[in-house]
């Protein structure tokens, strides 16, 4: 069975960082791209930032562009989302996505973590 786990949320202060991690098991995740998304209650979820499975490919939302970083390692099957300069307005559940392709379209991710909460205060 697919298990994706979150961690490294928490409550930081504006400007600063935090570093999330995604363990992925169950499966073989060499091929498949990942990605990061969050949700804020109310809303739908957001794209973020996605990786292809080679790690050669990057994309970002607009508004984390230059401030978030997507990286993976596929020996540890874990995906990292590096984010800096936070801003009160990143502060959402921010979960990991396993899928085919490395797209913007929540619709494309197979397999969805529980996610890691993120709070930035002002």
């Known amino acids: 069975q697919v298990q994706l786990v979150e961690s490294g949320g928490g409550l930081v202060q504006a400007g600063g960082s935090l570093r999330l991690s995604c363990a992925a098991s169950?499966?073989?995740?060499?091929?498949?791209?990942m990605g990061w998304f969050r949700q804020v209650p109310g809303k739908e979820r957001e794209f973020v930032a996605t990786?292809?499975?080679?790690?050669?490919?990057?994309y970002y939302a607009d508004n984390v562009k230059g401030r978030f970083t997507i990286s993976r390692d596929n020996a540890k099957n874990t995906v990292y989302l590096q984010m800096n300069s936070l801003k009160p307005e990143d502060t959402a559940v921010y979960c990991c996505?396993?899928?085919?392709?490395?797209?913007?379209?929540?619709?494309?991710?197979?397999?969805w973590g529980q996610g890691t909460q993120v709070t930035v205060s002002a």
């Open positions: 990786i292809t499975w080679g790690g050669s490919s990057t």
């Open positions: 996505a396993v899928g085919l392709v490395a797209t913007t379209d929540v619709n494309d991710y197979n397999y």
């Open positions: 169950g499966g073989t995740f060499r091929r498949y791209a």
